[in-house]
């Protein structure tokens, strides 16, 4: 079959792998859709890999080959699924309620590091992975849940925002787009940013109530004029920018909580600040697999437009134009289509 892999240093190549056979325990999908993540660029701009995994962490598709030992209360052939990218021991308690990339023995990455993934034709995972995606959501879709939106979804659990608050998101990328169309079907009041007028257009198309451009207004005046001067009641960054993080706290009123997405980079915090408004700050790492699942029943049910998150289409065959782009922020979120 073909399948990218990453060769380092802005490189890559289209190589043929054997079809995967799945084990005990295991299922081979039929890739449908493999979306691209920002996290891929760290192993696309990293130093040269002599022998790579396939990357795409994103995984979507149908059950086409069972195991030995699967049995049908796991998977059936024929079934519509996403993966939870993550394995680890099973056994720890992390694992067990489903949050298997806090495995306290080891975890792995599909796609990501330490086991393959989906830019490829098939792919292989145990069938404790797979998520259900429900029939009337594309594969694209399902794609975006299995890691960015699903990732946007579960840090809105965290914050546990509510219908009455005003929430102001930092970034508009992917993930933060899609925490402002989430958010919104929740019923909060949106304040997306974003340096890029293109994303912030996005943004208001999402359901954001007001943007702004922080590189030509003063971010902290903007939301106190919006709230009263008060501030808002959560803030979520999605940038990783040191800049950003340290105004997600200072735009909360007193009692208000941040939230952290965005990894890699650094944070200075103003402890005064904290303390006398007596903020929360919380961090939230992507989702556990029942929380994957929540997301996809709750995009379901509300009728959203996952699928407008996608600027591109690409067959395996671009995938070096597609990296080229994504690489230039050339591009929005791109998915790969088998």
Same mark, same amino acid.
């Given at each position: 079959?073909?399948?990218?892999?990453?060769?380092?240093? @802005?490189? #890559?190549?289209?190589?043929?792998?054997?079809?995967?056979?799945?084990?005990?325990?295991?299922?081979?999908?039929? !890739?449908?859709?493999?979306?691209?993540?920002?996290?891929?660029?760290?192993?696309? +701009?990293?130093?040269?890999?002599?022998?790579?995994?396939?990357?795409?962490?994103?995984? *979507?598709?149908?059950?086409?080959? #069972?195991?030995?030992?699967?049995?049908?209360?796991?998977?059936?052939?024929?079934?519509?699924?996403? $993966?939870?990218?993550?394995?680890?021991? @099973?056994? *720890?308690?992390?694992?067990?309620?489903?949050?298997?990339?806090?495995?306290?023995?080891?975890?792995?990455?599909?796609?990501?590091?330490?086991?393959?993934?989906?830019?490829?034709?098939?792919?292989? $995972?145990?069938?404790?992975?797979?998520?259900?995606?429900?029939?009337? #959501?594309?594969?694209?879709?399902?794609?975006?849940?299995?890691?960015?939106?699903?990732?946007?979804?579960?840090?809105?659990?965290?914050?546990?925002?509510?219908?009455?608050?005003?929430?102001?998101?930092?970034?508009?990328?992917?993930?933060?787009?899609?925490?402002?169309?989430?958010?919104?079907?929740?019923?909060?009041?949106?304040?997306?940013?974003?340096?890029?007028?293109? @994303?912030?257009?996005?943004?208001?198309?999402?359901?954001?109530?007001?943007?702004?451009?922080?590189?030509?207004?003063?971010?902290?005046?903007?939301?106190?004029?919006?709230?009263?001067?008060?501030?808002?009641?959560?803030?979520?960054?999605?940038?990783?920018?040191?800049?950003? @993080?340290?105004?997600?706290?200072?735009?909360? =009123?007193?009692?208000?909580?941040?939230?952290?997405?965005?990894?890699?980079?650094?944070?200075? !915090?103003?402890?005064?600040?904290?303390?006398?408004?007596? #903020?929360?700050? $919380?961090?939230?790492?992507?989702?556990?697999?029942?929380?994957?699942?929540? *997301?996809?029943?709750? $995009?379901?049910? =509300?009728?959203?437009?996952?699928?407008?998150?996608?600027?591109?289409?690409?067959?395996?065959?671009?995938?070096?134009?597609?990296? +080229?782009?994504?690489?230039?922020?050339?591009?929005?979120?791109?998915?790969?289509?088998?």
């Amino acid at each position: 079959m073909e399948a990218v892999v990453f060769k380092g240093e @802005r490189k #890559l190549e289209l190589v043929e792998r054997p079809k995967p056979r799945p084990g005990l325990g295991e299922v081979l999908l039929e !890739i449908k859709a493999s979306g691209m993540c920002g996290t891929d660029l760290h192993e696309y +701009r990293g130093p040269h890999q002599a022998d790579a995994c396939i990357p795409g962490h994103e995984p *979507c598709g149908i059950v086409v080959e #069972l195991g030995e030992g699967v049995s049908d209360k796991e998977a059936v052939l024929g079934d519509r699924v996403m $993966v939870h990218h993550y394995d680890g021991c @099973r056994t *720890c308690s992390h694992c067990r309620e489903g949050w298997t990339q806090m495995c306290t023995s080891h975890s792995i990455v599909y796609g990501g590091g330490g086991a393959d993934g989906a830019h490829a034709h098939y792919m292989k $995972v145990p069938a404790h992975t797979l998520v259900g995606l429900p029939d009337d #959501l594309s594969f694209k879709t399902g794609a975006a849940i299995s890691c960015g939106t699903g990732t946007a979804y579960g840090a809105l659990k965290r914050l546990a925002l509510a219908g009455d608050e005003t929430l102001v998101v930092f970034g508009q990328g992917p993930v933060g787009l899609s925490v402002t169309l989430l958010a919104k079907a929740m019923g909060a009041r949106i304040i997306a940013l974003d340096v890029m007028a293109e @994303r912030r257009d996005l943004a208001l198309q999402f359901g954001a109530d007001h943007v702004i451009d922080p590189s030509s207004e003063n971010v902290n005046k903007v939301v106190k004029s919006l709230t009263r001067g008060l501030g808002a009641h959560k803030s979520m960054d999605c940038s990783s920018n040191p800049t950003a @993080r340290a105004l997600s706290l200072k735009v909360l =009123r007193k009692w208000g909580t941040a939230c952290l997405v965005g990894v890699r980079g650094d944070m200075q !915090i103003g402890v005064d600040t904290m303390i006398l408004k007596q #903020l929360s700050l $919380v961090g939230s790492w992507t989702f556990s697999k029942s929380g994957q699942a929540e *997301c996809a029943d709750f $995009v379901s049910e =509300r009728n959203l437009d996952v699928d407008a998150l996608f600027s591109h289409e690409f067959a395996l065959q671009d995938a070096e134009e597609a990296y +080229r782009l994504f690489d230039a922020q050339g591009m929005g979120k791109g998915v790969f289509l088998m």
